[in-house]
């Protein structure tokens, strides 16, 4: 197999609704609670009330950025302590933004549309505060950092492809530093929304499971901090994990739904498998998209079943709700943080197995041995991109 060289992954932050940081959302994981409510921050006329996963922490930053930036704001504040690195030290290097949104990237202002619309002259602040917004360009002027930058909308795989490309920006030798993440907030348009596609579970999420009816939305954020071999060692830091591949394929079948084979599935797991030089056997667990919705699990469970037969695997969107933009760079950041623990939590909601799925997912705590784990995603769009971690130095 051929392979590529891995990147080390320095420093990471998350939030969302799990926690106001890495550790916490981790504590919340393997204690298994998960807590999704109606959304308090905005109304719907639905006569349902759709539980979500809201991200009660405090933001850093003010009212000139959206939720979205602030989301990211955090994360990349957490990352970048975690990786001990100061504006000081990030001075002088080629330090690039790679985020992925999709909720970040819409200008959701109902009410400068409604003055708009009925022949008002709304003032311009809303669309003011929404250019300034994009979370990469936030982050990137917070700290300074005038290497690239790039936000990447690509549905609910634009945190996983946001991780890819920054992996692939260290190779070339773009960058020596890139924080690759993710970030979304929840909002009215979007929960609305998916509630009309009739995709949304009325009762907490259940992935792969028998009863599955759909998802939960969530918000929250991630960061990833990669460095280049020749910095990591300058600064003697240690690496917690290694992006060791990258796939990235579209089925080219539908809007919304999956093919119904995983087409594009397959060729972006094999592409990740061949950049990392993995066989199968050598995965010790898959953090799955698991979006508890019918078309999704059903799908992937059978990608599953025949490209990593017998390898662990489980959602963690039952924990976080479905953070749309900001879900592959959450569960990169937990996979890693699991690979590092020897241990995966439970799949929350999963209770009763489904006769038309060929794999379950695992229903408690479960020890993990292995040097390799994957993290997948399955986007609107077909789009279909899969990360593969190599755990790091102890």
Not at 103 to 109: T, Y
Not at 228 to 235: A, G, L, M
């Amino acid at each position: 197999m051929s392979s590529v060289v891995p990147v080390a992954v320095t420093g990471m932050g998350c939030l969302c609704a799990a926690g106001a940081d890495l550790p916490s959302c981790l504590e919340t994981l393997f204690r298994g609670e998960r807590h999704p409510q109606p959304p308090t921050r905005f109304g719907s006329g639905h006569p349902v009330r759709y539980p979500v996963f809201e991200v009660a922490a405090r933001l850093p930053g003010d009212d000139r950025f959206s939720r979205t930036a602030r989301l990211a704001l955090a994360a990349a504040r957490e990352a970048l302590a975690a990786a001990a690195l100061s504006p000081a030290e990030l001075a002088g290097k080629r330090v690039g933004v790679c985020f992925g949104t999709t909720v970040g990237s819409a200008m959701n202002n109902e009410e400068f549309y409604r003055q708009f619309r009925d022949g008002e002259h709304p003032e311009m602040d809303a669309i003011e505060r929404f250019l300034g917004s994009n979370p990469a360009s936030v982050v990137a002027r917070e700290y300074g950092l005038a290497g690239p930058c790039q936000t990447v909308v690509n549905a609910c795989s634009s945190g996983t492809d946001a991780v890819g490309i920054a992996a692939a920006w260290i190779r070339s030798g773009i960058c020596d530093i890139v924080l690759a993440g993710g970030a979304d907030e929840l909002c009215r348009v979007t929960y609305n929304g998916f509630i009309s596609l009739m995709i949304t579970d009325d009762t907490p999420v259940k992935p792969f499971d028998r009863r599955r009816k759909g998802l939960n939305l969530g918000e929250g954020a991630a960061v990833l901090v990669l460095e280049s071999e020749e910095v990591r060692h300058q600064r003697s830091r240690p690496a917690r994990a290694f992006v060791a591949g990258y796939g990235s394929a579209c089925d080219a079948h539908h809007l919304t739904a999956p093919h119904p084979e995983g087409t594009g599935l397959k060729r972006a797991l094999a592409e990740a498998l061949t950049q990392s030089g993995t066989s199968p056997a050598e995965i010790a667990f898959v953090n799955a998209h698991g979006t508890g919705t019918p078309d999704n699990d059903r799908v992937e469970s059978r990608v599953l079943a025949a490209v990593l037969p017998g390898v662990p695997f489980l959602s963690t969107k039952g924990y976080t709700g479905h953070t749309l933009g900001a879900a592959g760079a959450i569960e990169a950041a937990f996979t890693v943080a699991c690979l590092e623990r020897g241990e995966v939590p439970a799949n929350a909601g999963f209770a009763e197995a489904d006769p038309e799925l060929p794999v379950t997912p695992v229903r408690e705590a479960t020890a993990v041995s292995g040097r390799l784990a994957l993290s997948q995603s399955l986007a609107f769009g077909g789009n279909n991109a899969v990360v593969v971690f190599e755990r790091g130095e102890p």
